[in-house]
């Protein structure tokens, strides 16, 4: 019997691998786009030439139906301005989540010049078509793409706009 133990925890603690077992390539299950977070050596080794991504409007024309609506959310005031961060290590981007209505207007123009100084990026949740999108596009000079939002915004922890999550996860209007 102790012979056995001691086979067992042999074969746990040591298992045989054939050395030259080849390494077999990765499978992707999903890839739901964007830019990788960690460096992928592959491609490091074999640079291929990055295709070119067609400007704002053309993927909005492509990949978005109008009108774009976030039904869970929507204009108003944050109860705790600003609040501590909801969004575990941050987005490490500032993003701002508007809508096209009124009171996200006034807010871009009010926080124009820091959101450009921070290097913020845009989330319309709102928005009947694509040409009032291009108008807030061209009204405050940032990149913004129309998307619902209320997924973000929930996991946030909030449902108002308009908002600023800072690089850090904190929100405040």
């Not at 019997?1 to 691998?17: E, H, K, N, Q, Y």
């Not at 926080?111 to 596009?137: K, W, Y």
């Amino acid at each position: 019997m102790r012979v056995l133990v001691s086979a067992i925890a042999g074969t746990l603690a040591f298992p045989v691998w054939p050395a030259d077992l080849p390494a077999l390539p990765l499978t992707v299950i999903h890839d739901a786009g964007g830019v990788p977070i960690a460096p992928d050596p592959r491609r490091e080794a074999s640079p291929a030439p990055r295709p070119v991504s067609p400007g704002p409007a053309a993927v909005t024309r492509a990949a978005v139906s109008f009108p774009v609506v976030s039904t869970r959310a929507g204009p108003g005031r944050l109860l705790q301005n600003p609040m501590p961060a909801r969004l575990p290590g941050g987005l490490g981007q500032p993003i701002f989540i508007v809508g096209d209505d009124a009171p996200s207007q006034q807010w871009l123009q009010r926080n124009l010049q820091a959101l450009h100084g921070m290097g913020a990026r845009g989330i319309v949740a709102t928005v009947r078509s694509p040409a009032d999108l291009e108008r807030l596009r061209i009204a405050t000079g940032l990149p913004m793409v129309p998307m619902p939002a209320d997924d973000l915004l929930e996991a946030a922890g909030i449902r108002v706009w308009p908002v600023l999550i800072a690089a850090d996860g904190s929100i405040s209007q």
